[in-house]
């Protein structure tokens, strides 16, 4: 349902976009396609955050712990 919702909108933009003068509409187009990209990339960052784990501080404090027992052998 919001796919069908989004592509008359956009249909509509579109068509206001065609009538405008070429320098507002282009503007105008620019931004709403910037705006997509870069809201695309902040959700492509938030799910690559939560899908890749972040190191757990005790692993990493045994790793450190490993390495200094390793350097003072």
Known sequence: MYLLISIII???I???LI???PLIGGVIAFGLVLGCLVR???LLNLIYNQVVP???KV???YDDY???RE???
């Open 66 to 68: 490993l390495e200094e």
């Open 19 to 21: 009538m405008m003068s």
């Open 14 to 16: 579109g068509f206001l």
């Open 54 to 56: 972040q190191k757990d």
């Open 59 to 61: 692993q990493s404090a």
């Open 71 to 73: 350097k003072s052998s």
């Open 10 to 12: 956009c249909t509509l």
């Open 40 to 42: 695309g990339l902040y």
